[in-house]
């Protein structure tokens, strides 16, 4: 299973990225999506989760309103856009295949995970 997450980069605050993961079709087509992050020292801690098909959208509270995840079934490419950026969510992002067709805001309901991203917005 291939998961391969891109789009990082150094932005200031108040910027956008988009993050973009794409999956192997028999690895996530019918599962739920997430992207995670990391920032040093600190847990890796979910961001935003989508279902398996399109639906089921989940966020953290850290990220609501500024983040938007959606997938893209033709092309088996999962995408964050990050809108109104902020020094704190500087970290490592990552994307992940859900157990379930469901997202989840649970790392332990992840079981594919790809390698991370940097973000980093300076203020």
């Known amino acids: 299973v291939q998961l391969q997450a891109s789009g990082g980069g150094l932005v200031q605050a108040g910027d956008s990225l988009r993050l973009s993961c794409m999956t192997s079709?028999?690895?996530?087509?019918?599962?739920?999506m997430g992207w995670f992050r990391q920032a040093p020292g600190t847990e890796r801690e979910f961001v935003a989760g989508?279902?398996?098909?399109?639906?089921?959208?989940l966020y953290a509270d850290s990220v609501k309103g500024r983040f938007t995840i959606s997938r893209e079934r033709a092309s088996d490419t999962v995408y964050l856009q990050m809108d109104s950026l902020k020094p704190e969510d500087t970290a490592v992002y990552y994307c992940?295949?859900?157990?379930?067709?469901?997202?989840?805001?649970?790392?332990?309901?992840?079981?594919?995970w790809g390698w991370g991203t940097q973000v980093t917005v300076s203020s």
């Open positions: 992940a295949v859900a157990l379930r067709a469901l997202a989840s805001k649970s790392r332990g309901d992840y079981r594919y």
């Open positions: 989508i279902g398996w098909n399109g639906g089921n959208t």
């Open positions: 079709r028999r690895s996530s087509s019918n599962n739920g």
